[in-house]
């Protein structure tokens, strides 16, 4: 909302600087954002004379004039206006001066002419919209006298953040009455007109449900001369960012932005019959709103209607068909209050937020339907010329009931605030904010009601005892008075819940092993998943969607993390980062097919979708180097992580060889199980279909673990004894058909090698040259230990043989010779 | 024996040190250890010695053999790091760790450092669902149905009943269901606002929110709080100040401004020339949202308090546009390593 200070003055005194005034406005909650200075001003622009005028020499319809500006001697210069003639007192805008538009005027050659100078329309200097001649001068004035003397306006003007719960502080009078609280003196209403008694108008009004508008006022006025409204009324709509149109119309916009009370004027003469109704408009329909748009009303929309149909959308916008013109001259003056939620629902669906309908949506002010309507009168009849009627029509809901007062317990009021307040001040306080209050008691305790407070129409906002609170409170001010507080240290050092600690173990540990994490966006697309390949019935297809997207296109809530990641990887591999890059992220996402809410307070917890927790973690555009067995490095690397997270979050996890993902490679991907034996995410490469699906052009490798389904409960820590004595390496070499798995090698070895086997561990697999034709030569260590004293070679080699026999038996594996 | 074992240890280690070359040692190594070396043979001859003395000496040249062996592994490491037994090493080249450290998100490591200044003040931490009912967000929060102070917050609707939560305001409800007063906790998590991405906003972004709830918490009590965290966070005594706003969900509700981190209050681009920076929204929990939560008339009083983890991160780190946070550049982020 913007407040001309030149306006504001009008309507309240206050000493003090623009600065300090929105500084003490912005400390009672009128957030001013911007103090702007607003100039009218041409300089170099002056009073001349037309000493003489004739035609251009080579152009019909130029004049070649001589004007003095002042000094005596007169100027040549070309003009083009019709209106131009010998006589004429006119503003002249000397070389030099820069018009609106930042329009230099220089030296010009007009048709073999030379011009020095031009002489300037209302249009040219922002004056009105009148470009169709320069402007006469009325009067007489000294030559050379500058325009802005006849015409400058300089203002400040307050640009103020209004809160939805503040309607009353759209207008000019609204915060007139917080700049009168503030400097502790009192608010001068602006001059009305009442009609008088009897005659002339005639006009009733019918209101069709009272809900919908409990209150509705119709005046009449005749001799209307349309014409531009006053100087200082153009200039101070102008301050505000308004454009000044016709005299009526401005008075109109005046008083909503004086008073806050939206007015419409409609054009008696195309007005139908001498009944206004007020009611639904009872079937769709077309119509054409005044500023040149066709719009389609509903049946549940809010009318105004004449003997034939709509003439306004109720508190939105008046209609073309009865909007007053250049050649009025009755008027009918509507000023109303309309159901807020009518007004929002039809304003919002035909996206039309008018300076109107953004007042009513925040509920007009009863009292002042009346009063505003008085306001127009007085300055229709100052300022158009016009006759006010009598028979004036206030039709109003007959059951309204003044709201009834508020009581205020101080003890409440100082518990909230941490004041200690009695019952003279909190009075005190709420009487600067021009509210009545009657003292009850000034026992201050407990339940005791200390002041009931009459709600004035104009603050409908203070519903409840902590409304008026709050009022104390910013009017008392935040930085003064408040007492002591409770302490605000509770228990000290509260802990991490599990899964917090476990995100924090992740978040400082993965940076240390070379992935850095991101975060990703929720929204992704369909083409997003779809790329992933899911099959059939599976979770993460069905996606919630946004009803209302910001760029049109559809816009999902994401089921998996891939999209994400891939989008990350892509964009960074191609502006240069160096490969391999590795990511992780923690991240939610969104099953609305996924298990819904058990236990829940309300029945529609139940629509919710699953939001499962992943960590995810991958490696993108490595160069598909071969590890041991040929897998490649990016996976071995993901698969020892995993390996070490466990050991992270003392967790046990394992890798099972498993095809789980469709985007994965079949045969080279892992379902990682929890200690239950239970899938708690994926581990593999992405298959490259997927990958060109996704449109990434690298090899990547990924990690999925759903934290939400892992039990994140750390093994204990219990200390135990260990062997002080040495350990005895035995290195094997084996012969294992490719038939056999390391994992049942593995099995074997730990099955039959027994309790002093204290670590296996793989160095090298080998094939080719020397190695039996399906069959790979496998480089093992064991590592052997006894709790109980040095091992004896004999004892390793008892339990050696024992291991080779069952691994010959079982696997054929057989120990290779040199 | 014991003296040969004495003379074999000083010869050999002599022996080992003069070795200035990776053959030599070699050559040393064999002479020692070799099948037909010094230590081997004294091995051999174990067996001559009587049985009284045969268990020390034989521990004697056990001891004897780790040490040599010892001695040989050190020498071999010296030869090679030598470059062929030169000591004039170019100390300057670059290191190599072997690996390269990664970073943990700046947005998410102020997240952590906010929370962690909570706990210390004795607050719980608590989650909600981002996919929200609009009972929670917006009518358990004292938002009436077809209000204006729904469009104070541009709403992405998912349904009639669902959206994406536009604050973390909604979990306070949810844990007041739960939870019996006294009570002290923050919300972190993301949000969702249907605004057009610029500069200083994205559609997605991170708040925290802070709710403590007791029997007589007042106005004062959030404003030592909020002091206590500022100080906390920002570093050395920093003026605030508290200006009159309006949210639904509190009353008396404010905006709390901060002494500008750049300017210390002088005024200049980061604060708009005010030296004042917007850090939080904040206020007293309405009566109606403990209503909401269950909680009898007049039991409770106490306060919450809502910031942009984006904003602060941004402040902290002079980080000019909030796109940065969410556009994952590598070159962004590796700016940040070390920060957790
Ligand atoms: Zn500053």
Known sequence: MKISLDWLADLVSWDDTPQDLATKLTAAGLNVEEIGEYAQSWPGVVVAKVVSCERHPDADKLSLCKVDAGSGESVQVICGAPNVREGLQVLFATVGSVLPGDFKIKKAKIRGVESFGMICSGAELGLDSDAAGIIELEGDHALGTPADDLFGHRDTVLDIEVTPNRPDWLSHLGVAREVAAIYRTKVTPPPVLKPGQGGGFGWKVEIEDYDDCPRYTAHGADDVAIGPAPRWMQNRLRAIGQRPVNNVVDITNYVLFELGQPLHAFDRERLAGEVISVRRAGRKQSVATLDDESRQILAEDLVITDGDGPVALAGVMGLANSQVTEGTSTILLESAFFSPRLVRVCSRRLGLVSESSYRFEREADWEMVRFAAHRALHLLQEFAGATILGDAVDRAYPDYVAPEGLALRVHQANRVLGTDLDMEQTADLLQLLGLKVQPLSSQIEGKTVNLMVEVPSFRRDLKQEIDLVEEIARVHGFDQGLGQGTGHVLIPGRRRALRHEVERKLRSWLPSQGYTEIVTSTFVARSDIDGLGLAEGDVRLECLAVLNPQHGGETLLRTSLVPGFVDVARRNLNSGAPAPVRLFQIGRVFWPAGEKAQEVRHEQERLLPEEPWLLQMGIAGGSGGKGLGGIPTDMQELRGVVAELSGLLRVPLSLIPADVEPYLIPGLQWEIRDAGGNRVGVAGQIDSGAAKRLDLDHVAGLVELDLGRLDLTPLPVRYEPFSRFPAVKRDLSLLVPDTVTYAQLDAVVRDTAGDLLESLELFDIYAGKGIDDGHSAYGIRLKFRSAKGNLKGKTVDMALERTLGALSETLAVRQRTQ | ?340
């Open chain 2, 1 to 340: 024996m014991q003296e040969a074992i004495d003379r074999l240890r000083a010869e050999g280690l002599s022996r080992i040190a003069q070795a200035d070359s990776p053959d030599a040692l070699e050559s040393v190594r064999v002479g020692l250890l070799g099948r037909k070396g010094e230590l081997t043979g004294l091995l051999r001859g174990l067996k001559d010695v009587s049985d009284d003395q045969r268990p020390a000496a034989g521990a004697a040249l056990n001891q004897l053999k780790l040490e040599l062996t010892a001695a040989l592994e050190n020498r071999t490491g010296d030869l090679a790091g030598a470059g062929a037994g030169s000591m004039d090493l170019d100390l300057t080249l670059p290191g190599r760790a072997p690996v390269q450290l990664g970073t943990a998100h700046p947005l998410l490591s102020v997240l952590e450092e906010i929370c962690d200044i909570f706990y210390g003040m004795g607050y719980d931490r608590g989650d909600g669902p981002e996919v929200e009912l609009d009972y929670y967000n917006f009518t358990a929060l004292n938002f009436p149905d077809d209000h204006p102070a729904r469009d104070i917050q541009d709403t992405f609707f998912l349904n009639e009943d669902m959206l994406l939560r536009t604050q973390t305001s909604p979990v306070q409800v949810r844990t007041m269901e739960r939870v019996q007063p006294p009570l002290a906790y923050v919300f972190p998590g993301r949000v969702y606002r249907n605004e057009n991405a610029d500069a200083s906003h994205s559609s997605e972004f991170y708040q925290i929110e802070g709710l403590r709830v007791d029997r007589n918490i007042s106005l004062v009590d959030l404003r030592e709080t909020v002091n206590a965290f500022i100080a906390s966070f920002f570093g050395g005594e920093r003026q605030t100040r508290f200006r009159p706003h309006f949210f639904p969900f509190t009353e008396p509700s404010v905006e709390v401004d901060m002494e500008c981190v750049k300017c210390s209050g002088k005024g200049c681009g980061v604060c708009g020339q005010t030296g004042w920076l917007e850090i939080m929204g904040a206020g007293m929990v309405h009566p109606n949202v403990f209503k909401a939560a269950g909680y009898p008339d007049d039991a409770y009083t106490g306060f919450a308090f809502g910031m942009g983890i984006d904003r602060i991160a941004m402040l902290k780190y002079g980080i000019d546009d909030i796109r940065l946070l969410y556009e994952n550049d590598l070159r962004f982020l590796n700016q940040f390593r070390g920060v957790l």
